[in-house]
């Protein structure tokens, strides 16, 4: 069975620049999150969609942070403008239902914003 | 806030040796999950314990869950230096999971 794929793995970008994370959830996956992971601390959910709908956005910067998952399925992720403390990683997790299943991460894509 | 809170922040033990971490949580939960995450990569799912069960194994992972002290605590037996790790406490509200700040596990050859 086919992991959560991510893409890019690493990108760097220079402040008030913008940039789109790219996620493809596990085949059949309801559920899908955006966590954010700054280095030594634990992931942060920033949104979490239930098919193309969204579930929860609380943490999401609306000013500058935006997702979509369309069709259900795929999902991306985009900052414009980023700020040097955006400097983190974009982790995207995919699950069966939204409470009681087992999450599923992607390897996660790696933002340096200098 | 539900947030599960792991302690200790960090722990270095001998390899063969046992580590035990231990999740607080402040809210009512469903169920609370341990992920580990090696270094550089995602998170992997350990284990599951729903809020009416009381113990859980897996291997050589032991998970203990006390609700009247919104506690849970993760026992791994035997270490080995692939358990080299962060491990993380997600707690399961019901409307949304949410991580801890992790512990981050070194074993010692």
């Known amino acids: 069975e086919a992991g959560v794929a991510q893409s890019p793995r690493y990108k760097i970008i220079e402040k008030r620049q913008s940039v789109a994370f790219w996620c493809n959830p596990i085949?059949?996956?309801?559920?899908l999150y955006w966590y954010q992971q700054i280095l030594g601390q634990g992931p942060k959910l920033l949104i979490q969609?239930?098919?193309?709908?969204?579930?929860?956005d609380s943490q999401l910067p609306k000013d500058r942070f935006s997702a979509e998952r369309l069709k259900g399925v795929d999902s991306t992720l985009k900052i414009q403008p980023a700020k040097l403390e955006d400097s983190a990683v974009y982790l995207c997790a995919s699950s069966l239902g939204a409470s009681g299943n087992t999450i599923y991460f992607g390897e996660g894509s790696w933002l340096t914003v200098v | 806030s539900q947030q599960g809170e792991e302690d200790p922040q960090a722990l270095s033990i001998q390899e063969g040796e046992n580590a035990t971490m231990n999740c607080s949580y402040k809210?009512?939960?469903?169920?609370l999950q341990w992920y580990r995450q090696n270094s550089g990569r995602g998170l992997v799912h350990l284990i599951l314990i729903r809020s009416n069960e009381r113990e859980k194994h897996s291997g050589r992972l032991r998970v203990t869950l006390d609700t009247s002290k919104k506690s849970s605590s993760l026992l791994i037996t035997a270490s080995r230096a692939a358990d080299t790790a962060s491990y993380f406490c997600a707690t399961d509200g019901g409307d949304k999971i949410i991580f801890g700040k992790g512990t981050r596990l070194h074993i010692l050859p």
């Open positions: 085949s059949g996956h309801a559920t």
């Open positions: 809210t009512s939960i469903n169920n």
């Open positions: 969609f239930q098919n193309n709908g969204v579930v929860d």
